[in-house]
Nanobody, 128 residues
Framework: QVQLVESGGGSVQAGGSLRLSCGVS????????TGWFRQAPGKEREGVAT????????WYADSVKDRFIISRDNAKTTLYLQMYNLKPEDTAMYYC?????????????????????WGQGTQVTVSS
């Protein structure tokens, strides 16, 4: 079993940057997909970025491409999300997730239903 704990959220102005961290503990080698998801009030949870351990490949939602970077340390104990040029529409609760779902084209899916382990979330608020 894997445990996930997010940190690093906060409030920034549009154009600013934040780095989210997700501490991964437990049976870290039992999962090969980790990712970041977000949920704004009144909206469904959506995939932001995912990381496939076995190929070090990444997937990004179109809305964050060229602004966000997902990465993971070699020990598989921390997953990061570096966010640049933040926009008000990035405001949401950000969640870290892990699982071992089917992959396609060596990419982990960005669909929340494919993940069964979640952190508690960290709030990101971007003001205009």
């Amino acid at each position: 079993q894997v445990q996930l704990v997010e940190s690093g959220g906060g409030s920034v102005q549009a154009g600013g940057s934040l780095r989210l961290s997700c501490g991964v503990s437990g049976s870290v080698y039992s999962v090969y997909c980790t990712g970041w998801f977000r949920q704004a009030p009144g909206k469904e949870r959506e995939g932001v970025a995912t990381f496939y351990d076995r190929r070090d490949t990444t997937w990004y939602a179109d809305s964050v491409k060229d602004r966000f970077i997902i990465s993971r340390d070699n020990a598989k104990t921390t997953l990061y999300l570096q966010m640049y040029n933040l926009k008000p529409e990035d405001t949401a609760m950000y969640y870290c997730a892990a699982s071992s779902p089917p992959v396609r084209n060596w990419l982990c899916p960005g669909t929340s239903s494919d993940y069964d382990t979640w952190g508690q979330g960290t709030q990101v608020t971007v003001s205009s």
